[in-house]
């Protein structure tokens, strides 16, 4: 008779296997994917590691832009010649001038005026008086002829009069100047403006002037505003 245990250990597995052959089969395929899932996620990390990503963009230009700085200038009919002298004066005795400021910068401005002294100590003993006003043309240097005042009394010592007082007190820095025509009241020098000033110096009546000298240069200045 056919020997029905050998045939039931055809079926069977290898020795010490107790599970089903198909069960083996499934255990052996889903371990094969596991492996090929590990190695696709592998290769997709080394990938993701060494690529390079870049983000959009977009530019726009603003072109053609330019910047220029505007002008202060000034100039005078007497830029190198005293518009003042007075030789072997006594008390009472004066000396008058007059100048002719002009504006040609770009910018609004406002005058300035101080002066700077020397000599042995006449200053202090010189009147000087300092008068706004306007010429009817265009005067030689030192010239006051069609010189006309400026009708306003600035500092109630006269029509025009914008300084008065001995030379010496005049302002001698652009920090301390007289502002034209007063610091409470500045005028705005625009382009083309012109204004003329007429200065005086009169000895005063004092005997400790006798024998003394003295200089003085006028600056007349004109700060952008």
Known sequence: MPDQ?????AHEGPPGDGSPPSDRGRVFATAIKLAATAAVLAGASLLAGAA??????????NPSNSFSVGTVNLSSN????????L?????GDFSTGCIRISYTGTLPAELKLYGTGAGSGLNQYLMLVVTRGSFSGT????????FTADTTNY???GAGVIYSGVLAALPSTAASALIDPTSANPATWDPQST???RLQVTVLNDARAQGLNGRATFTFEADSI
Not at 52 to 61: G, K, Q
């Open 195 to 197: 204004h003329g000033y």
């Open 139 to 146: 005067p030689s240097s030192g010239s006051c002829t069609g």
């Open 87 to 91: 030789a072997g004066a006594e008390p």
């Open 52 to 61: 390079t990503w870049s983000n959009l963009n977009a530019t726009v230009t």
């Open 5 to 9: 245990n050998a045939s039931a250990r």
């Open 78 to 85: 007497s830029p190198s010649s005293a518009v003042l002298s």
């Open 155 to 157: 500092i109630a010592q």
